[in-house]
């Protein structure tokens, strides 16, 4: 399997002063391009047996309701062709809707939630879509400047078919208004790139009166490949 290379500016620029971590982590040489001696075969095999029954839906892990707005997202896993990632593993993990992660690294002064944790995994299915329920996240201070807000997000790991395929990103939701002030989502230089983040309203996807629905696609590598989230 090979693979083309992914456009400048679609990945995020990896020492962006904005962002202040990254002076300390970003690498400062550029990066080595490993020639493999033959492409990628070996495809990664996933069983379902790994995918709980309550997995797909985060609202349901408490002993009741989680407090704020319930939403459902769904999209499709391609590659780079517009095929569908077929029986690809999928994680998420998100904070509540005062904008807290269940972790004990988060202190800062919002209220957990007992009934919502923000982690689930999932399968892409034969036509390489996704689906689960969750809590619209809320925006939290993070600490990188004077009033630093990140935007609603929630985080995407995915593994693919092949290594190659491999992702970690962030969905972002329509008009956020920190978008602007935000130097992780900034710090993708390019402006369609950045684009691909946000997830669609959809009332296709809306269920009743019960959750609004949102649609995110994620490509993985080539030319309208999703970017990294840092």
Not at 112 to 123: E, H, R, T, W
Request: proline share 9%; aromatic share 12%; hydrophobic share 35%.
């Amino acid at each position: 399997m090979r693979f083309d290379s992914v456009e400048t500016g679609v990945y995020p620029t990896l020492v962006y002063p904005p962002y202040a971590s990254t002076a300390k982590r970003g690498p400062t040489q550029a990066p080595l391009r490993i020639r493999a001696a033959e492409p990628v075969q070996t495809n990664i095999a996933v069983s379902r047996n790994l995918i709980l029954p309550h997995d797909t839906d985060l609202t349901s892990h408490g002993q009741g309701e989680p407090l704020g707005e319930k939403i459902v997202i769904t999209g499709r896993v391609l590659d780079e062709d517009g095929k569908p990632v077929r029986n690809s593993l999928l994680e998420v993990w998100q904070c509540n809707s005062a904008g807290r992660y269940w972790h004990k690294r988060d202190q800062h002064d919002a209220p957990l939630d007992p009934n919502f944790y923000g982690f689930g995994k999932m399968l892409t299915d034969d036509e390489g879509r996704y689906r689960f329920v969750t809590i619209k996240p809320g925006p939290y201070p993070w600490g990188n400047h004077h009033k630093a807000w990140r935007p609603a997000h929630i985080h995407f790991s995915l593994f693919g078919n092949v290594y190659a395929q491999r992702l970690v990103t962030q969905m972002y939701f329509p008009s956020d208004p920190l978008f602007d002030y935000d130097p992780i989502f900034q710090s993708i230089p390019d402006l369609a790139a950045r684009q691909r983040l946000i997830a669609r309203f959809s009332l296709e996807q809306t269920v009743d009166d019960k959750m609004l629905g949102y649609e995110f696609d994620i490509v993985l590598r080539g030319r309208d490949a999703t970017p990294m989230g840092l």
